[in-house]
């Protein structure tokens, strides 16, 4: 009977986890380097043409910057649900799964399937569902649907599917970041080299463990009222411009010091719930949008801790030769890393990882992960 009782009481210790089991990408083929943008044309927010710096000192200037050197765009033929197809592909392989067993497909994005030329966002059907139909996936109880909460969509994907395997509502399914910016970008406007395009997804697994594992925490944060209009669409700076189209617009320094001020406080406060320390992390996957913008907001991670540190060794960063594909950054790096393909980065089983973004809301996500 006390052999009983004890089983039981295991049993009972037991508590249901989000563990990642596969990891998947898709790396656009069109590599953009930044002469590319020599022969644009640059106007300021008024409409006036910029004329007291040439291309050359735009560009440089950028790149000192962000870092940015080159991006990714897409083929003319391909959409961004087939891209997140593809990452979704990839993410199943690796985790060795039948795409069949899948029960949620949860897909992160802002745009919808933009064709070229034609400035429109198309999400109907969700861009979920046709990732799902362009992976034949026939299982009825697979269900889809789209997360739209600016770059952090894929953050924001993970945290709903947290909740739903913990509910036990599910037991297996993907989370995607994909985006596709370089038809929504204003070729008019100098933030229009950050942006790119790119797919990345996680594989999630319910797991019961004694141990806490996977997702065991998170912190989010919008605010809304005071800078919800940091990152909008606008018509082209070009007062010329022909068509009616809008892209997107950034406040961009205003929108650094919000993010340099405001991520580290979320990311402390999703640490302060695992009951952790900034020295237990081994890794912090952190949105990719702007270089020096993260290697501050980290800096400040450290001040809140009383550390100092190079925070490079512990932040590991695409964005030199990838840009900002939105809500692709984290999952895109986090395979990349997983798989071997960043230098000097890996993740091993018992480290804890950040995995945290910002944007347009403004919203911002801080998860405390343990591989």
Known sequence: MKDIADNLQTEMRKELYARIIGTGSYLPPVV???DYFLDHEFYE????????????????????ITNIAERRYVNENQLTSDIAALAVQDACDSAGIDKESLDFIILGHNFGDILPGNVRMDAVPSIANRVKMKLKINNPACFCHDVISGCPGWTQGMIIADAYIKSGFAKRGVVVGADVLSRISDPHDRDSMIYADGAGATILEAVESEEPTGILCHASRSDSA???????????????????????????????????????????ESLDKAGLHLTDIKKVFIHQANEKMDEVILTNVFKLYGE??????????????????????VPTLLDLVVKGKMNGHRVEKGDYIILCSVGAGMNINSIVYKW
């Open 32 to 34: 953009i380097k930044n």
């Open 45 to 64: 927010p008024s409409g006036k043409k910029i004329t007291d710096k040439t291309n050359e000192e735009i560009i440089q200037k950028f790149y000192e």
């Open 226 to 268: 005071q800078y919800g209009s940091l990152l909008t669409l606008g018509s082209s700076y070009h007062p010329e411009f022909p068509g009616n189209e809008l892209y997107i617009k950034m406040s961009g320094h205003k929108l650094y010091v919000y993010a340099i001020s405001t991520v580290p406080k979320v990311v402390k």
């Open 308 to 329: 100092t540190g190079n925070v490079m060794d512990i932040m590991p960063m695409s964005i030199s030769k990838l840009g900002n594909s939105s809500t692709a950054t």
